[in-house]
């Protein structure tokens, strides 16, 4: 019989990394560029900065393969006190993303999973140049100890700035191959529209990249306003399964159960708590420590049974905001029309969860993107303003687009569209690690077809406008080819000047045309 053993958390994710998008060489440098910029997109966000994000790839191997590249990406965040950087790049499940809020990560795994696969690759030293305080600048060469969880710091200098500022640069060395295609772009392709609809789902942020061969791309923001920063939020009863209620329990003081409940859950008063306690059948002034694991059970299931508990707090989310989308969309596709909408804040689960669309119609580009993709409803998904590029198919969004009837709004298959979903959430029901899919959520299902439905009923009226006016303009020219030939005629008849005639009938027909 062969001898256990016990893996650490980056082993495991080390012996498993592609269901966090890494993998292979392509998809990898894909992600990598992906996780860095949504950590400085975040520390941005927090430091009350608008976002100044540079991401610098380059390929500095000479053979042809394996490519080694070297992928630099700055911005203008908080920075990261310098005693928690080893631990932040280099220990797997170490962060500050666990509580309940909304976040672009989700798994805590982000930069590490990008170090970790520099350092498989290439066993090259990631470089952390980062400032915390405004003043001293710290700058780290780091590894992983895959076995045992830990940093490995190789070198530490510090030096004064002349200027306060604070931000982080991170460098790292990765195979990848820039030029490979993956589906129907090429690896450089995704990264640049990653880029591109990163700043339709962060529309206050500037991001520069420069690729391979010296091109740079620049994506200026189009609003000069921050969104509202998600807040914390209480777990929710409906939320809560009996590990969480057991752990919240050990953690709390020794007090009684209505107080337990009205102090650590989420829109739970004192009169509620005791209301719902008496409906289960618990006595409201027993001490939270005495229950038993049947009764934890027991109470995390009237938790969920119960109906009378009021939906979770919506103000603690951060959306785009409609007319902030909007602003973004126009700026970086020059459509014919927009509609934007942000619907009312909602939950499943117990958490709560806020659902934006929009829907951007005609234009040089849409038609360009629509003839090249071969389809006239293009989907951008996103998900806690982060830009979903793959595993579209079996995403929630796509789900609902292609359940619509839009022939009902004027649009059929050869009617130039394009389409955005942002879902944003304490916690976003992926169904991978690698965060491109959003699961089947009834209740995130509804809204995303109401939320389709109002944009596509804007749009229909703009179609009907369109068309009308089109169809006024016909009989306009008609008239115009006829009308002196008309003129002609009736001066034969009647004595009247020709020219004053003409300008009279015109102004009859088109007063008729505008009067419709």
Request: proline letters at 6%; charged letters at 25%; a positive charge.
């Amino acid at each position: 019989m062969k001898g256990f053993t016990q893996l650490s958390v980056s082993d495991w994710f080390y012996r498993n990394r592609y269901i966090a998008g890494f993998s292979n060489p392509a998809r990898s440098l894909y992600q990598a560029v992906r996780e860095l910029v949504e950590n400085s997109l975040d520390a941005c966000e927090i430091a009350g900065n608008l976002p100044y994000i540079t991401v610098d790839l380059k390929l500095v191997s000479e053979r042809k393969s394996p490519k080694v590249y070297r992928l630099t990406v700055s911005d203008n965040g908080t920075g990261i006190p310098p005693e928690h950087v080893p631990q932040a790049f280099c220990t797997v499940l170490f962060g500050n993303k666990f509580e309940l809020k909304q976040h672009r990560g989700l798994f805590g795994l982000g930069a590490k999973m990008a170090v970790l696969y520099s350092q498989i690759t290439t066993y090259k030293p990631i470089e952390v140049t980062t400032c915390y305080d405004g003043c001293i600048e710290h700058s780290f060469q780091l590894q992983m100890d895959l076995k045992n969880n830990k940093p490995i710091v190789l070198s530490v200098t510090s030096r004064k700035l002349r200027k306060p500022r604070t931000g982080t640069t991170v460098t790292l060395y990765l195979v990848g191959d820039y030029d490979r295609s993956l589906g129907s772009r090429s690896t450089g392709e995704l990264i640049i529209e990653y880029l591109r609809l990163s700043a339709i789902a962060n529309p206050h942020s500037t991001i520069v990249f420069s690729d391979p061969y010296g091109m740079i791309y620049k994506f200026e923001r189009s609003v000069d306003k921050l969104p509202p920063l998600p807040k914390e939020a209480d777990p929710h009863p409906h939320g809560v399964d009996a590990e969480m209620l057991k752990r919240m329990i050990e953690g709390s003081r020794n007090t009684s159960l209505q107080a337990f409940l009205s102090k650590n859950f989420d829109r739970v008063g004192p009169r509620k708590a005791l209301e719902f306690l008496k409906w289960a059948g618990f006595d409201p002034s027993r001490d939270v420590k005495e229950l038993s694991n049947e009764e934890i059970v027991k109470l995390t299931n009237a938790f969920k049974a119960y109906d009378k508990f009021l939906p979770p707090s919506s103000n603690i989310l951060s959306p785009i905001g409609a007319e902030e989308l909007k602003a973004a969309i126009v700026k970086l596709f020059t459509p014919e029309f927009v509609k934007t909408v942000t619907r009312p804040p909602k939950s499943y689960s117990g958490y709560p969860f806020q659902v934006e669309a929009g829907i951007a119609y005609g234009g040089p580009m849409i038609e360009k993107m629509c003839n090249r993709e071969g389809n006239f409803k293009l989907l951008f998904r996103f998900a806690n303003k982060i830009p979903l590029l793959f595993d579209e198919r079996g995403d929630v969004c796509r789900k609902v687009v292609d359940g619509i009837n839009w022939r009902q709004y004027r649009i059929d298959d050869a009617t130039p569209i394009a389409i955005f979903i942002h879902v944003c959430s304490t916690r976003v029901p992926y169904k991978t690690a690698g965060k491109e899919m959003i699961a089947d959520v009834e209740e995130i299902e509804e809204e995303i077809k109401l939320a389709l439905m109002d944009c596509a009923r804007e749009v229909r009226r703009y179609i009907y406008r369109k068309l009308k006016a089109e169809k006024e303009q016909e009989r306009l020219n008609i008239f115009k080819a006829y009308i002196t030939e008309i003129a002609e005629n009736i001066v034969r008849v009647v004595n009247e000047d020709k020219q004053k005639l003409i300008e009279l009938m015109w102004k009859v027909v088109t007063k008729r045309g505008r009067t419709k």
